[in-house]
């Protein structure tokens, strides 16, 4: 069974451009979730998608954002990038919606998206 | 609040040794979660195990074991005989996936 893939695996971005990440989870998983991952705050929670719908987010500004298609694949987007953005970018995906219930649903990790901002 | 704290930024030690790694949580809910994931350089969190609030039993999985202990609201974990492939980041995290910092294991051969 494959796991969950993303690409780019490298992205070298200027500040004010814009970028889009793409995610595909493990197949039969409907639930993707999105991480930024810095030396400085570590692994922060962005967003979570569940059958096309955002089921939670993070405290991150309005220029993250995101989608899944009916597929379950999703984007993330960045726009307006700043050097701040220059993180490695983790997607997850679970069965069911990992921020619902108890939380109980493991997350199966891609190998994450590079982003450097110049 | 909700938290986790892994004390430990980096630990090394010599192939064979028996290594433990901390992890202190902070929960406001009765019924919880807690998670452990290994990161090797490539980048990829691996999951290593799951445990529930309500099973205070130790778990071991070949040379891999944890310790749960809800009175002290720790969840540790322990690789006995410890190899270089374990080399790699180990994060906590609880229900809600608020990730500990991670602690970076080196094993020197």
């Known amino acids: 069974k494959a796991g969950v893939t993303q690409t780019p695996r490298y992205l070298i971005k200027t500040r004010g451009q814009q970028v889009t990440l793409s995610c595909s989870p493990i197949?039969?998983?409907?639930?993707v979730s999105w991480y930024q991952q810095t030396p400085g705050q570590g692994l922060q929670f962005l967003f979570e998608?569940?059958?096309?719908?955002?089921?939670n987010k993070g405290n991150f500004p309005g220029r993250f954002s995101g989608r899944q298609f009916s597929n379950s694949r999703s984007e993330m987007n960045v726009s307006t990038l700043e050097l701040g953005d220059s993180a490695l970018y983790l997607c997850?995906?679970?069965?069911?919606?990992?921020?619902?219930?108890?939380?109980?649903?493991?997350?199966?990790f891609g190998a994450g998206t590079r982003l450097s901002v110049l | 609040a909700q938290k986790v704290t892994q004390a430990q930024t980096e630990i090394s030690v010599v192939e064979k040794e028996d290594v433990t790694l901390d992890c202190v949580y902070e929960?406001?809910?009765?019924?919880?979660?807690l998670f452990w994931y290994k990161q090797p350089p490539s980048g990829e969190l691996v999951f290593l195990i799951r445990?529930?609030?309500?099973?205070?039993q130790n778990e071991i999985s070949g040379r891999y074991s944890w310790n749960f202990q809800k009175s002290t609201s720790s969840f540790n974990f322990t690789i006995t005989a410890s190899q270089v492939v374990d080399s790699a980041v180990y994060f906590c995290?609880?229900?809600?996936?608020?990730f500990g910092a991670g602690t970076r294991l080196t094993v020197k051969p």
């Open positions: 197949s039969g998983h409907r639930s």
């Open positions: 445990r529930n609030s309500f099973d205070e």
């Open positions: 998608y569940f059958s096309e719908t955002q089921r």
């Open positions: 995290a609880l229900h809600d996936m608020r």
């Open positions: 929960t406001r809910d009765t019924t919880y979660y």
């Open positions: 997850a995906s679970s069965f069911l919606p990992h921020h619902a219930g108890t939380g109980e649903n493991i997350q199966y």
